[in-house]
C-alpha cells in the first residue's frame, strides 16, 4: 500500500472511543470494520469481566505481550487461551483498572491500534497511580484476536507496585 494510502486509510478509521459506547472506524472496507468490531467488543467484554465472550474472540494460539518493567508479574508474553486465562487472574489480584478512557483508534485490514488514558489502583500496596497513556496493537484473524500487545508506562506502575 502506497504512503499516501495508508495515511488516507489509518486517518478514515480513526475515531475516539469510550468503553460505554460501540465505536466503529469510518468509510472502510469490511475486513477493516471487522478487525476493529473485534478488538473493540475484546475490549469490552475484559472491561465487563465477561470472560465467555472473551474466550469466543481469543483464538487458540493468541499472544498477550505486555512491555515494561519485568519485575512486575504481568509483565512479559503470554502464549495460548489458557496460558492467557491463567495470567488474566493474576493480573487481576494484583491490578484494579480506577480509570480508562480510550481517545483514539485505527484500524487497517487485520490491525487495530488504541491509544487511551488510565489508572490503576495496586491491590498489594494500596498504591495508585497518577493518570497515564497506554497503547494497544492489536490482530485479528478470522474474526478473533490473535496478538494483543500491550504498552504502559510501567515506570508508575511498577513505583506504585513496589510502594511501601
Not at 490491525?111 to 497511580?129: I, N, P, Q, Y
Not at 493518570?131 to 494497544?136: D, H, I, P, R
Request: glycine share 10%.
Amino acid at each position: 500500500m502506497h504512503r499516501r494510502q495508508l495515511l488516507a486509510a489509518s486517518a478514515a478509521a480513526a475515531t475516539g472511543i469510550t468503553l460505554a459506547a460501540r465505536a466503529t472506524a469510518q468509510t472502510t472496507d469490511d475486513g477493516t470494520q471487522a478487525s476493529f468490531d473485534t478488538v473493540m467488543a475484546f475490549m469490552e467484554a475484559m472491561g465487563g469481566g465477561d470472560m465467555d465472550s472473551m474466550g469466543a474472540l481469543m483464538a487458540d494460539d493468541m499472544v498477550w505481550q505486555n512491555e515494561g518493567d519485568p519485575a512486575l508479574p504481568w509483565i512479559g508474553t503470554w502464549e495460548g487461551k489458557e496460558t492467557i486465562f491463567g495470567f488474566l487472574g493474576s493480573f487481576s489480584q494484583n491490578v484494579q483498572v480506577t480509570h480508562w478512557e480510550n481517545q483514539d483508534a485505527f484500524a487497517s485490514g487485520d490491525t487495530v491500534a488504541v491509544f487511551g488514558r488510565m489508572k490503576l489502583l495496586l491491590t498489594g500496596s494500596g498504591a495508585e497511580t497518577d493518570e497515564f497513556t497506554f497503547a494497544l496493537r492489536a490482530k485479528v484473524r478470522d474474526g478473533q484476536v490473535v496478538l494483543w500487545n500491550w504498552f504502559e508506562d510501567s515506570y508508575a506502575v511498577s513505583q506504585a507496585f513496589h510502594a511501601t
